[in-house]
């Protein structure tokens, strides 16, 4: 098989389990497989640039810098949707339309709206070519190398498609991931995005698309324009877009008339909420293409298609007061604190204000009556003041910590206030050491987050470095504490000595630190002093991490009192070095084995297949002599060394032989 034909073979295979994996949702391989063969695309695409495709699956990891968008004018404009919010709007429709169309059976396709930023992808000879965001509907953005990293996308279609087509949909971010995001976020001490909707569309517009292809989005797909299509009905277009690869979700139905199309709606007003993504509505769309014909356009929108709005549960209530919350990073959250009030089934007592701008623009003051919504947000919001109260001052935002009286600082451009007194503000301690046990981080059995304030506040500890000074006689008279759970407590930071550097160093909470960087940073320099000794260059070369991360780094070590504050920790044993035993993929398959590799090879380098070779148990001998049992043999194996293996009977395996060994199937 020539190279060419491998590359495409490959390309084919891993197009076709990116289809099962994240549009079907069925995978038929392991992830490790699949990265082995994505791994061997992009060596063999390395070797040989001139088969270079802008459309192979390898592309998809991104790594692009756009800094300006292009404006691209849509081929077939991008209507918007009229709206109805009540099943009468939907009868005097159906009565506008029949005024047209005279007194015909409709039938309509019922789809869900989904919520998130809609999207414009034209397809030209079953490639990807272009995706544009609906802008003004006339032009949009180019934003082809942010869209291509969606796996869910396909980039080369299959079966009977039409030449060139655009194709529809939504680019939206699946509440699991949109939360995963948030949590990672609070992870590294900054403030979460408030909804998935704008989390979407601003994905879209970022410069690096390597960061784009970290973010869990999806396309959900609904409609298709172009010349000579192969369908006239838009239930079926649904249908024959699944087959050429499209994600188009499986909720669609086709209603005989309003009656059905009013039981879509029922039965997805409650149901919603259990679909994996947010939906706002239902769209509703005369299903034959001759009578969307007849039916035209207005000067906005379609005739033929019409959004029915799910009611959003929505309540009023008075606001009582606003509070003030002070967090880890010092970054300050004004909360509503209403009269409490029930709302979808819970009771609602406080809502988020999100900062100071929000409080101006809604001009919301104490004592108003006000509207709060439930949205995809956990905690309810205040959408609108409903009636002006009687203590009509307009709201004025502190100015200093209410925690610790310092005066509050906003950066340019930041949203947030932020309390500058990182070591004397209380709550910005007690975070710090919340962080600093959670279970992510130091992972400390036998103490919760409400101990440690009360530790705080009784004054024993004052940052996490004295947590290893406790003991048993000065806990046992807190509150609720006895011998057997002050015991627990003490243990329980003793063991947290065992926890690996990576954890560590996540754990010391450095701003935008998060897990992975933390795991990056700990596996590049090995040890707390190297890390502490590396320059802003030093660490911007390292993968992965940008100048703000790498910003943040140095500042935290140029800090007399962190550097104090690892200090104490190390001399208390505290692991603030690697320790390269902790492997989860290591096994003891290979004990008693010496390998011995020679040659390139395709799919791993020979770095990673020494380390393969010793996590699993094995050694790696220099030179090929009795002792060998195995020759792992690469391209280019000097032929001297190829006879000696012959002549010592060694027996001589590939690289695919070595993984199937490791993998458990030789
Ligand atoms: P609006 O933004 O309220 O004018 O609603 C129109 C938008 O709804 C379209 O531009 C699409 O982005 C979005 N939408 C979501 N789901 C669908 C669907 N199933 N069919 C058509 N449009 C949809
Ligand atoms: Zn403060």
């Given at each position: 098989m020539d190279n060419l034909q491998q590359i495409q073979n490959l390309r084919e295979e891993l197009n076709r389990h990116n289809?099962?994996?994240?549009?079907?949702?069925?995978?038929?391989?392991?992830?490790?497989?699949f990265d082995l063969k994505l791994k061997q695309l992009q060596d063999l695409e390395v070797k040989h640039p001139e088969y270079l495709d802008a459309n192979s699956p390898s592309q998809r990891v991104g790594g692009t810098i756009t800094k300006n968008f292009q404006t691209v004018v849509h081929e077939n404009r991008m209507y918007s949707l009229d709206n109805?919010?009540?099943?009468?709007?939907?009868?005097?429709?159906?009565?506008?339309?029949?005024?047209?169309?005279?007194?015909?059976?409709?039938?309509?396709?019922?789809?869900?709206?989904?919520?998130?930023?809609?999207i414009s992808i034209t397809y030209q000879d079953g490639k990807l070519l272009k995706a544009v965001t609906r802008g003004d509907g006339f032009q949009g953005d180019d934003v082809t190398n942010n869209v291509k990293t969606i796996k869910s996308i396909p980039l080369q279609l299959r079966g009977n498609y039409p030449p060139r087509f655009d194709i529809r949909g939504e680019i939206i971010l699946p509440l699991e991931g949109f939360e995963k995001m948030n949590q990672e976020l609070l992870d590294i001490g900054e403030l979460p995005y408030s909804n998935p909707r704008n989390?979407?569309?601003?994905?879209?517009?970022?410069?690096?698309?390597?960061?784009?292809?970290?973010?869990?989005?999806?396309?959900?797909?609904?409609?298709?324009?172009?010349?000579?299509?192969p369908f006239t009905s838009q239930y079926t277009g649904l249908e024959i877009a699944r087959n050429w690869g499209f994600k188009v979700p499986s909720q669609s139905k086709l209603a005989k008339n309003l009656e059905e199309v009013f039981e879509f709606i029922?039965?997805?007003?409650?149901?919603?909420?259990?679909?994996?993504?947010?939906?706002?509505?239902?769209?509703?769309?005369?299903?034959?293409?001759?009578?969307?014909?007849?039916?035209?356009?207005?000067?906005?929108?379609?005739?033929?298609?019409?959004?029915?709005k799910f009611k959003s549960e929505q309540v009023t209530t008075v606001l009582n007061s606003i509070s003030y919350?002070?967090?880890?990073?010092?970054?300050?959250?004004?909360?509503?604190?209403?009269?409490?009030?029930?709302?979808?089934?819970?009771?609602?007592?406080?809502?988020?204000?999100?900062?100071?701008?929000?409080?101006?623009?809604?001009?919301?003051?104490?004592?108003?009556?006000?509207?709060?919504?439930?949205?995809?947000?956990?905690?309810?919001?205040?959408?609108?003041?409903?009636?002006?109260?009687?203590?009509?001052?307009?709201?004025?935002?502190?100015?200093?910590?209410?925690e610790c009286h310092t005066e509050l600082t906003r950066k340019e451009g930041e949203a947030n206030h932020f309390c500058p007194n990182f070591y004397g503000c209380p709550p910005q301690i007690i975070g710090r050491i919340q962080h600093y046990i959670s279970?992510?981080?130091?992972?400390?059995?036998?103490?919760?987050?409400?101990?440690?304030?009360?530790?705080?506040?009784?004054?024993?500890?004052?940052?996490?470095?004295?947590l290893y000074e406790l003991t048993v006689d000065q806990v046992i008279p807190l509150e609720r504490m006895a011998q057997k759970s002050a015991e627990n407590l003490v243990n329980g930071i003793e063991k947290s000595k065992d926890i690996p550097?990576?954890?560590?160093?996540?754990?010391?909470?450095?701003?935008?630190?998060?897990?992975?960087?933390?795991?990056?940073?700990?596996?590049?320099?090995?040890?707390?002093?190297?890390?502490?000794q590396a320059s802003l260059m030093d660490l911007i070369l390292v993968d992965e991490?940008?100048?703000?991360?790498?910003?943040?780094?140095?500042?935290?070590?140029?800090?007399?009192?962190?550097?104090?504050?690892?200090?104490?920790?190390?001399?208390?044993?505290?692991?603030l070095e690697l320790v390269e035993k902790f492997n989860p993929d290591a096994t003891d398959k290979l004990v008693g084995k010496t390998f011995v590799v020679s040659g390139v090879f395709e799919i791993l380098s020979r770095d990673d297949l020494k380390k393969a070779i010793e996590d699993n148990g094995g050694k790696v001998g220099s030179s090929i002599s009795a002792k060998t049992d195995f020759v792992i043999a690469g391209e280019n194996m000097g032929p001297a060394k190829l006879e000696k293996a012959n002549q010592l009977g060694i027996k001589i395996i590939s690289e695919n032989d070595f993984i199937e060994m490791i993998k458990g199937n030789a």
């Open positions: 289809h099962n994996y994240y549009v079907l949702d069925k995978p038929t391989i392991s992830d490790f497989d109805s919010y009540s099943k009468e709007d939907l009868q005097d429709w159906e009565i506008k339309i029949q005024k047209v169309l005279g007194n015909v059976s409709l039938q309509y396709t019922c789809e869900l709206k989904y919520d998130g930023a809609s989390t979407a569309s601003g994905s879209l517009k970022l410069q690096d698309s390597a960061e784009v292809a970290k973010r869990p989005l999806d396309c959900l797909l609904y409609f298709i324009a172009g010349n000579n299509l029922n039965y997805w007003d409650v149901h919603r909420h259990n679909l994996p993504y947010e939906t706002d509505g239902v769209v509703i769309k005369v299903d034959d293409f001759n009578m969307q014909n007849e039916l035209g356009y207005t000067a906005k929108s379609p005739r033929w298609a019409i959004a029915y919350q002070v967090g880890r990073t010092g970054a300050i959250t004004p909360v509503a604190n209403l009269e409490p009030v029930q709302l979808a089934g819970t009771i609602v007592k406080r809502a988020s204000l999100h900062n100071a701008d929000q409080i101006e623009k809604l001009d919301i003051r104490l004592g108003d009556t006000v509207f709060v919504e439930k949205g995809g947000e956990i905690i309810p919001k205040i959408i609108g003041v409903a009636q002006r109260g009687s203590q009509a001052d307009p709201t004025k935002y502190i100015t200093y910590c209410p279970r992510k981080a130091m992972d400390i059995e036998g103490l919760g987050g409400e101990t440690v304030a009360l530790l705080y506040e009784n004054g024993l500890v004052k940052d996490y470095s004295d550097f990576e954890r560590v160093l996540f754990a010391l909470g450095i701003r935008y630190v998060g897990e992975t960087v933390a795991k990056k940073l700990a596996k590049h320099y090995k040890s707390i002093e190297a890390l502490r991490i940008g100048e703000r991360i790498a910003q943040s780094v140095i500042e935290f070590f140029e800090n007399k009192i962190n550097c104090y504050i690892i200090e104490r920790l190390k001399n208390f044993g505290v692991q």
